[in-house]
């Protein structure tokens, strides 16, 4: 913003957002809008794969209406197999005839029995279908470094060598392609309780032998980072691995969950209060404060932003919802859960010369899903709708945004920025601008200014509702994306921005 524009803006007196599309701020990685599937509850068992032989619509064993419904979101990339499972999964008992496959006990998630029905060959099918990119978690806790190795062969590998050749046996001849591959999952806990120079000694050795068979397709390795605000992991980790060069360390992984209250008692999905409201914003908003610390960290050993922010898990984090299996962290999903995708969103997009990935966790039925599923009916929760206006911004370039007259809403305990944004420019010139508003009960009088432009057109949608409306198995439409009224004037656009909101603007400039 030049001080002349700042002039104008102070004499005009209403204008909160103003956009400078000259000014280019980075590229927005589609990953920005990635998910996560893990071996958990009934994330990738039901809600995605149900079998060949399931009465439920499907194509080789996945639900159709799911994969569907994840393509209309333009599910950019898909992070499995886990989590914590991740680092118990050994890949061989997944792979080959179905019955032959071992059965074990999924200890962590709720001490069910794991068939191993879904494997490699199952993942990369349902990335086919879904038309995305692939991201493999490896097994560093509690698996060899061969082990590791032999699944990226196996997976990549074109020619004669052991790994192919099995994989030619069991069905798919073409090696497929590994877009990410994280060497290990938050190894400062369940993936092995280390400290974060030893982590960072197993890093150096175990992607040594993450190989890059395909130089066509490099895989980009993602070391395991911090949980939350823990900056020591962070500059232990990078102070062990940071210096060895290109293609050594890709992307550095960051955790944080938006748990309303504590760890012991997290609160309930739907049944909360304005404090509760409040609680989760502020503690949404907490994501910035994260992104910017950390990267401070890695501007220290990487300046020129080479290595990648991953936020590889994010969400809220509630009580499971009553009656269900505590291990498998099924949760409702409502208006606020709404709000708490489309502020991490803007903050992605806002920091996206850093934060190259996201994985929402988890994809189906579990934490903050986008979808949920009941036998053959399926529901898109408020967050998919969020993700619906989102996608707009896949691919584009983040532009200048200075939002001006911004406050703060909350209780005394728990206050957080009213508004956030973010906006972006396609490559034909045409503005994507997103906006939450966190109040309960205030809308914002909003005025879009553009710098040296006029606005030709602007439409708008939004998802908004009371504070816990949600959708539901009988009432699936509660909470959707609706058309939204603003006005193109004569200097940029004019709306209320209603409170509890997501709101999304196109906007075509002369
Ligand atoms: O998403 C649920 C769990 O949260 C993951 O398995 C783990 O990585 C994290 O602690």
């Known amino acids: 913003m030049t001080a002349n524009d700042f002039k104008r803006w102070r004499r005009r007196g209403v204008a909160k957002l103003y956009v400078n599309p000259k000014v280019k701020k980075g ?18 068992y039901e809600g995605i794969f149900v079998g060949e032989n399931s009465d439920i619509p499907n194509v080789n064993g996945m639900r159709k209406d799911v994969v569907e419904a994840l393509k209309e979101i333009k599910i950019p990339v898909l992070r499995w197999p886990g989590g914590c ?17 071992k059965k074990m006990i999924n200890t962590h998630w709720g001490g069910v029995v794991e068939d191993n029905s879904f494997g490699t060959h199952e993942f990369m099918e349902l990335c086919r279908q ?39 046996r069991n069905g798919h001849e073409e090696p497929w392609v590994v877009d990410y591959f994280g060497v290990g999952n938050e190894n400062w806990g369940c993936g092995g309780n280390m400290r974060p120079e030893y982590y960072g000694d197993l890093y150096r050795r175990y992607q040594t032998y993450v190989r890059g068979y395909d130089g066509a397709h490099p895989i980009a390795k993602i070391c395991c980072g911090p949980n939350s605000d823990d900056y020591d992991w962070t500059k232990k980790v990078l102070a062990t691995c940071f210096d060895h060069g290109n293609g050594f360390m890709n992307g550095l992984s960051l955790h944080y969950y938006t748990v309303p209250n504590n760890w012991e008692h997290k609160g309930s999905a739907t049944g909360f209060d304005k404090e509760e409201w409040y609680a989760t914003m502020d503690k949404t908003m907490y994501m910035e404060t994260l992104i910017k610390r950390h990267s401070a960290i890695m501007d220290q050993y990487d300046p020129e932003k080479k290595i ?138 909003m005025t879009l200014t553009f710098a040296e432009s006029k606005v030709k057109s602007a439409v708008a949608q939004i998802v908004t509702g009371k504070m816990d409306a949600h959708n539901t198995f009988k009432a699936p439409n509660k909470v959707v994306g609706e058309a939204f009224d603003v006005k193109a004037c004569k200097d940029g656009v004019d709306f209320l921005l209603p409170p509890r909101s997501v709101v999304k603007l196109e906007i075509a400039l002369k």
């Open 130 to 168: 879904l038309g995305c990119k692939t991201y493999i978690n490896g097994n560093v806790g509690s698996g060899t470094v061969q082990e590791m190795s032999e699944w990226v062969e196996y997976m990549t590998f074109k020619g004669v060598s052991p790994m192919a050749d099995m994989r030619a």
């Open 308 to 445: 990648g922010m991953i936020i590889d898990e994010w969400g809220t984090w509630y009580d499971v919802e009553e009656g269900t299996n505590p291990g498998f962290l099924y949760q409702q999903n409502s208006v606020r859960d709404a709000l708490v995708a489309g502020i991490n969103l803007n903050l992605f997009n806002k920091n996206c010369d850093r934060v190259k990935m996201a994985n929402i966790a988890q994809m189906v039925n579990v934490l903050q899903s986008v979808l949920l599923t009941e036998g053959n009916k399926m529901v898109k929760t408020p967050t998919w709708h969020v993700f619906n206006l989102y996608k707009v911004h896949q691919d584009n370039e983040l532009v200048e945004s200075i939002l001006l007259g911004n406050s703060k809403v909350g209780t005394e305990k728990h206050q957080a920025q009213k508004i956030t944004e973010s906006v972006s420019a396609d490559q034909n010139g045409k503005i994507y601008v997103t906006l939450t508003n966190a109040s309960l009960d205030e809308e914002e009088d």
């Open 85 to 101: 499972f991740a680092d118990e999964y050994h890949w061989k008992d997944g792979i080959g005839p179905k019955e032959g496959r």
């Open 27 to 44: 590229h927005i990685n589609p990953e920005l809008q990635g998910h996560f599937s893990e071996h958990l509850g009934r994330c990738i």
